[in-house]
């Protein structure tokens, strides 16, 4: 009897959709080390790696749209929150590199380095040589800019930290944040050690100052209207391009840092100096992030005409707050600056940024 032949089995066909694993081409796929973005350089840095699309957009890898959003609201981050435009958001990267264990350690460092100082200050005496003009002028002036640092930190960028379109944006703003909140503090704890050493110090004058003093009136108003602003990438740009360059600067770095060694201060130097660093680094990105808006091929005229928009609302409103500052430029035992020269060098400095943005200067600068 024959044998009969085995029985042919059949097989499912093999059908390639495009969708398995192995199948997409990406900046990496071809590559041993894996990346799902073109990093800036050869090699993506840490900075990259925890920052890049870790905030999510439909427009990158959320083909099914928002995965979560607001009640009778947007989804997620919409870029309607500001009405700057640009042709990819993704592509500002902080030129600071900074992320979680940067701000940590940045921060830190200048926590030591300001207790260690104002603890060799006790130890040495330092601020015996003050004379009474130079303790007012302190008291009353540094811990009125406390307050204007107190009010960024908490309803400027605190507000907008999470409202930018993508991570890279929110993180420097949020180490903005950080960096006015820990200033703030800094010059808190300043006016509690020269209470506490000199007993001709007031301690407490500064909130009297920031509320009712004619100087500090039209500072304070320009901060509350900052607060104010809904749109996040105009409360950036009238901050820390407009208010930082024209009243911060003038104060902090073309007024205190240049008269206190001349009145036998040199601990007030080190502590404003660090919030001098600060916002240079913070100007360091917002300048990266304003030159790529004003720079878009698609977006990039209609951004330049926006941001002279908002120069025309904060120019005029910060110069008024420079201004009406000129009194406390008299009021030190040794001047060794004139209002006018701070001015000049303040304004010299606000026109090369605006050049460096692409943007004409306002005509209020020449008044």
Not at 107 to 121: P, T
Not at 210 to 220: C, H, I, L, V
Not at 325 to 338: D, F, G, V
Request: proline residues 5%.
């Amino acid at each position: 009897m024959a044998t009969p032949a085995p029985k042919a089995r059949s097989f499912p066909k093999v059908e390639f959709t495009d969708s398995e694993a192995g199948a997409l081409e990406f900046p990496s796929s071809k590559s041993r080390a894996y990346s799902y973005f073109k990093p800036a350089k050869l090699r993506a840095t840490v900075y990259e790696d925890v920052t890049v699309d870790v905030q999510p957009d439909p427009e990158r890898h959320l083909s099914q749209g928002w995965i979560y959003g607001f009640g009778n609201g947007p989804g997620g981050y919409p870029p309607e929150w500001t009405r700057a435009k640009s042709s990819n958001w993704h592509a500002f990267l902080d030129p600071n590199e900074e992320w979680e264990q940067t701000i940590y350690r940045n921060n830190s460092a200048v926590v030591r380095q300001v207790a260690l100082g104002l603890e060799n200050a006790k130890r040495a005496n330092a601020y015996g040589g003050w004379n009474a003009a130079w303790q007012k002028f302190i008291a009353r002036n540094l811990g009125a800019w406390m307050h204007a640092e107190n009010g960024m930190a908490l309803h400027v960028f605190t507000s907008i930290q999470r409202s930018g379109p993508t991570n890279m944006i929110n993180t420097a703003v949020a180490v903005n944040a950080a960096h006015k909140m820990r200033f703030a503090q800094d010059l808190a704890l300043f006016n509690l050690d020269l209470a506490e050493s000199l007993d001709t110090f007031d301690g407490a004058v500064h909130k009297e100052v920031w509320q009712s003093a004619p100087e500090w009136q039209p500072t304070r108003r320009v901060v509350e209207e900052l607060t104010a602003v809904g749109d996040w990438a105009e409360l950036l740009f009238g901050t820390n391009v407009v208010f930082e360059q024209l009243v911060g600067q003038l104060f902090r770095s073309e007024l205190v840092m240049q008269i206190s060694a001349r009145n036998g201060d040199y601990i007030t130097p080190t502590i404003v100096g660090t919030g001098e660093h600060d916002y240079s680094r913070d100007l360091t990105c917002t300048r990266a992030l304003f030159r790529l808006l004003t720079r878009d091929e698609r977006f990039g005229a209609a951004n330049r005409e926006l941001f002279g928009q908002w120069l025309s609302t904060w120019v005029p409103r910060c110069l008024d707050a420079a201004l009406a500052l000129q009194p406390i430029w008299s009021q030190p035992a040794e001047k060794t600056r004139t209002f006018a020269d701070s001015l000049a060098a303040t304004k010299e400095k606000f026109a090369q940024l605006l050049s460096e943005l692409g943007l004409d200067v306002p005509k209020e600068l020449d008044q």
